[in-house]
């Protein structure tokens, strides 16, 4: 399993830097979406990791949960042992569960689904160079459309709205 999580003082710094860069946003002009920030973010050259992009989401206004690092380690750790060719995550959000595990274990292919275009534009400046194709659509209308996989992972999807899901949020909200 390949780690590549950087040290504290990097992750600090980057934090740091964005926020900053996201502040300075917010002055100057009304409000950027989560996509839109990070790529003028990555323009400037600020790094962007999932520990500095969670420093500047907030939850509370409906932005995009971010996977704690323990979880993805965990199921890292798992899928390792499972030497998966494809991977799913049908509550993909904007990947913080599936792009650590496809890039830690180098899983070939995978796959990831999110209602919100947002969400998945994020997820698209996060994958990198991992391979991990986006479905925009909620998982009840997508995975028809897919094939089988080695692994399924994913995170609850908090947050979810009637307007999104109507059919599941009772199962995942009562």
């Known amino acids: 399993m390949k780690k590549t999580r950087e040290q504290p003082a990097q992750q600090a710094a980057a934090g740091q830097a964005l926020r900053d860069f996201r502040?300075?946003?917010?002055?100057t002009r009304a409000r950027v979406s989560p996509d839109e920030l990070l790529r003028a973010a990555q323009e400037r050259g600020i790094t962007i990791t999932w520990e500095s992009l969670r420093d500047i989401v907030d939850i509370r206004r409906g932005e995009a949960w971010i996977t704690l690092t323990f979880i993805t380690?965990?199921?890292?750790?798992?899928a390792a042992t499972r030497h998966p060719k494809n991977v799913l995550d049908p509550w993909a959000s904007i990947g913080s569960t599936l792009i650590r595990i496809v890039k830690d274990c180098q899983i070939p292919a995978a796959t990831g689904i999110s209602p919100l275009v947002t969400d998945?534009?994020?997820?698209?400046?996060?994958?990198g160079d991992a391979p991990i194709e986006w479905a925009q659509g909620t998982p009840t209308a997508v995975l028809g459309t897919l094939g089988e996989y080695d692994l399924v992972v994913s995170s609850p999807p908090l947050g979810l709205s009637e307007r999104v899901?109507?059919?599941l949020t009772s199962?995942?909200?009562a």
């Open 171 to 173: 199962l995942v909200c």
């Open 165 to 167: 899901e109507p059919s």
């Open 73 to 78: 380690d965990f199921l890292s750790a798992y």
């Open 120 to 127: 998945i534009e994020v997820a698209r400046i996060m994958t």
């Open 23 to 27: 502040n300075e946003q917010y002055a």
